[in-house]
């Protein structure tokens, strides 16, 4: 008899459940669930104002997908509830949530409520800059072998950052908090009534290393010495990947519709559960995450130290080799930006007139124009650079505008610089040894966008490979809730075996263009030139102007 899995991917605006057939990979069914709160980037839902580079979101949305979309999923598919053996979910990292000893997120009791502090610090929260910058001096000093493991930077989008911007700014929080949970772990801890912290969060956005654990406490006293006591906070036991931490509770059973004692899996990245969906099971093959960011994963079977990625983690990705991550901060963001700031009510009308989205009527102008045709060139850090300047305070910038530039070309120059950006990361890695033999694309902008997927074989000059799975993380989720169930349940063993079985390779790939990457291995010289000069101290202008927003609106 068939045995399904269900992968539950939570994004950044909505989360996903995806029910797939363990033998084949089928997906039976699919279920979205916008967040009721979304991202809360100006107010928290009481009105309480929050400051410059905050985002949060509440934790209560969670659930709430939780038991919208796993109940979904199940009457959808008509797949009994009896056959289902595993569930695994998967969060964009790092999204921390300061908790009580029982899980209690601190905004959900009465006495936080009005504290933006108490709530869930999302990835791309950017508030705790100044202590990023902090640590990564101190670090710098003492001479901490760590740091080059993480590109030499650890980024304010991580746990420790977002931890001492708790202590310095709301120092009550910090000690009300008994703990503070990857959301990928405290769901988990929701499923099955057991906390866990998974070997992927911990590796890449803890600073945990399986070999040598996490920093000194005379590194974190050096930071502050109020925050020698983080490590209870973070929790020292790790679990790795793919592991099975319990079975689903009776109230969570009786919530989402699933039987009591299906298995419970270790919590994920979002980026990372990827790879073995698109069926890699190897070294050399970079996988790029698309979505309102990218995250650029790939493996090897030797540890290097590259500067300006996200870090180096043994069994990270997937165990026996080293996982490394990179990542742009600002891909579908970017675009979305664009659209809904950037055009004139024409282009709407004449999109509703030819019976297409906005998104495609775009592409299709865009697509007309030859590369170089516009004159334009832009730099992707509208939302920060994340590798591999490793910096949130650059900003987005576009260059070579007339009179004449129409919104078509703007949109491509973005498109363009994204494709830069992934360029500057890919040969970053082979220069520092690290081999980048095959490109992967995955998420919905890369079976949505042709123009950007050609575009980015065109600046690489390497075939672009798009993976089959329509949802990536949730289908990679689903392969992990089928290894934590096991064979003897119907499941697998190992994520490799998973991977190899029922991992959602693709035949469509995108080529590069000779013309077009000639002409682009020009435009990329020219990047290159804006990039060190704006993103390596030799004109610090993103910064002042930053800082000037900072100082106006803080009155």
Known sequence: MAKYTIGVDFGTLSGRALLIDCATGKEMAESVFEYPHGVMDRALPDG??????????????????????????????????ADIIGIATDFTACTLIPVKEDGTPLCMLEAYKSEPHAYVKLWKHHAAQDEANRLNAIAGERGEGWLKNYGGKISSEWAVPKIWQVLNEAPEIYDAADKFVEAADWIVWQLCGSESRNSCTAGYKEIYNKTTGYPSIDFFRALDPKLENILSKLGEIITPLGTKVGVITKEMAEKTGLKEGVAVAAGNVDAHVCVPAVGIDGPGKMLAIMGTSTCHMIMSTEEKQVPGMCGVVADGIMPGFYGYEA?????????????????????????????????QYLEGRAREKKPGESGLLALDWWNGNRSVLVDVDLTGMIIGCTLLTQPEDIYRALIEATAYGTKVIVDNYRDNGVEVNEFYASGGISQKNPLMMQIYADVLDMPVKIASATHGPAYGSAIFAAVAAGKAAGGYDNVAEAARAIGAASNEVYLPISGNADIYKKLFTEYLTLHDYFGRGENDVMKRLKSLQLEVTSG
């Open 48 to 81: 309480t104002r929050l400051g410059v580079d905050w985002a949060l979101q509440h934790p209560g949305d969670y659930i709430d997908t939780l038991c919208h979309t796993v109940r979904e999923v199940i009457e959808i598919s008509g797949v009994a509830a």
């Open 327 to 359: 990542g742009q901060s600002c891909v579908g963001d970017h675009f979305s930006w664009f659209i809904e700031n950037c055009l004139p009510a024409s282009y709407y009308n004449a999109a509703k007139a030819a019976g297409t989205g906005i998104h």
